[in-house]
């Protein structure tokens, strides 16, 4: 059996989890990172310091490096392109082309294909013209959503209370232009109610197969207080994604979903993430990402029993209708370990103790391994996980394991899978 070099771009503890899983199949042979971080460092897998958007860089690395397979994980370089301008140079490349990965690139995009399908999503109105908004928003009333178009770092949603808030929110994105060039259109939506879950699938642009369910967990503090965060915590299966939501969900979510895709012409494949919204009117569709969700990938690929490096070249060759995806019945808990200060300023440079004393699996999102060290170099720093039989068991462990790691000002969330 020949074995595949892979190349993973991207450095987060979702690639962690991803280079993890990869390792773990008998058909991967040697891993590469770019760029990589200390965990992926310490796991083997050489690190090469080209940032995840570089596309001209991660090209020339690929040349130099032939691997037999390069996974594009973060969501930039995918909305650049670099799935695309890979393949171009003969690479296999696991993630949607450009055209496809509008489909998180642009709200505006994604609001219209589910308008245009009847894919269920809160109501909205699109804008390029500040007082058009203003006035929308105060015919409206509160509470109300706004959405700056582009990519905006998962910070260019607003859930505005009061009509002022929201017209505060179209005064930075519009005219401050905070997120830049994502600021030229926005989406104002209808606010929905209802508890959340998220739902990764695995998809070739035929066959969706969905990955278990999940949830994260966005504010810093406990009990959803304090700013929003990359993630604070994530635990899998999400207990509201019964099988009758999950009917649901394939008949007119997740199949209506890829089959518009291809009939837009923008055939999608790689992994496509679905937030969803239980609300009483049924689920609908809060977003779309077109990769793995980080941190929700570090208690959904350890559940997986199936060889990934077998589903990742069905998902890019078109043949996934072939593959039998297996997850384990058990529940998963990720706890993350944050520097000091973060989702604001943090110092970062401390030395991290204890990793090998945790029983589970500490997936690292920002560190650096020095001299044979291993120092925090981010803002989410690590995500500590365990697999219990239910939830309650995975936290337990996990909170365990918290216990025995230490860097200077880290702190977690103490209610992550909690209230579930
Ligand atoms: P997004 O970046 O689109 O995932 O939005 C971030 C968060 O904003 C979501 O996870 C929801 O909690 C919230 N959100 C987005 N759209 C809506 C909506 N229409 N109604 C209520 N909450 C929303
Ligand atoms: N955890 C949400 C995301 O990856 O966008």
């Known amino acids: 059996m020949d074995k595949l070099n892979i190349l993973v771009v991207g450095g987060g503890g979702r690639e962690h989890a991803v280079i993890k899983k990869l390792m773990e199949s008998p058909k991967a042979g040697k891993i590469y990172a770019a760029p990589g971080n200390g965990g992926i460092a310490l796991d083997g897998a050489e690190c ?65 294909l589910m308008k245009k399908y009847g894919i269920p999503t809160a109501e909205f109105e699109v804008f390029n013209d500040y007082e058009k908004a203003v006035a929308y928003v105060k015919e409206k009333g509160a509470p109300i959503v706004v959405k700056a178009d582009g990519l905006a770092l998962g910070k260019g949603v607003v859930v505005a209370q009061t009509v002022e808030e929201a017209i505060e929110a179209l005064d930075s994105i519009m005219l ?59 635990y899998a299966p999400s207990p509201i994604y019964t099988p009758d939501v999950a009917d649901y969900c394939m008949k007119n979510i997740f199949l209506p979903t890829v089959n518009a895709m ?27 990402n077109a990769r793995f969700g980080d941190p929700e990938t570090q208690v959904v690929l350890p559940l997986l029993e199936s060889d990934l490096v077998d589903i990742m070249v069905a998902c890019a060759d078109g043949n996934l209708e072939n593959i039998d995806i297996k997850w384990a019945d058990k529940a998963a808990v990720c706890v993350v370990l944050a520097s000091g200060g973060y989702p604001g300023s943090y110092e970062s440079g401390f030395e991290i103790t204890g990793l ?8 690292h999102a920002g560190t650096k391994l020095v001299d044979g060290k291993i120092l925090t170099a981010g803002g989410r720093v690590l995500g500590v996980t365990n697999i219990g039989k239910d939830l309650a068991d995975a936290r337990d462990k996990s909170y365990k394991d918290v216990e025995k790691i230490s860097f200077q000002g880290a702190f977690c969330r103490k209610d992550i899978a909690k209230n579930v």
């Open 176 to 234: 401050d232009k905070k997120f830049g060039a994502s600021g030229s259109n926005v989406v104002i939506e209808e606010c929905l109610f209802g508890r959340e879950m998220s739902v990764l699938a695995f998809t070739d642009g035929k066959v969706v197969k969905p990955m278990v369910s999940a949830q994260d967990h966005k504010r810093v503090f406990d009990d959803d207080k304090g700013p929003n965060t990359g993630g604070m915590g994530t």
């Open 356 to 363: 090998e004393n945790a029983a589970g699996t500490v997936y």
């Open 48 to 112: 090469f310091p080209v940032k995840a958007t570089d596309i001209d860089g991660m090209v020339a690395l690929a040349e130099k490096l032939q691997p037999d397979l390069v996974v594009v994980t973060p969501d930039d370089p995918l909305v650049l392109g670099m799935v695309d301008v890979l393949e171009s140079k003969g690479f296999k490349a696991f993630g949607p082309h450009k055209n496809a990965a509008i489909i998180e690139g642009s709200k505006m995009f994604s609001k219209n």
């Open 262 to 288: 291809n009939s837009e012409g923008r055939t999608f494949k790689g992994v496509l993430y679905f937030g969803l919204m239980k609300t009483k009117k049924g689920v609908k569709v809060i977003e779309y």
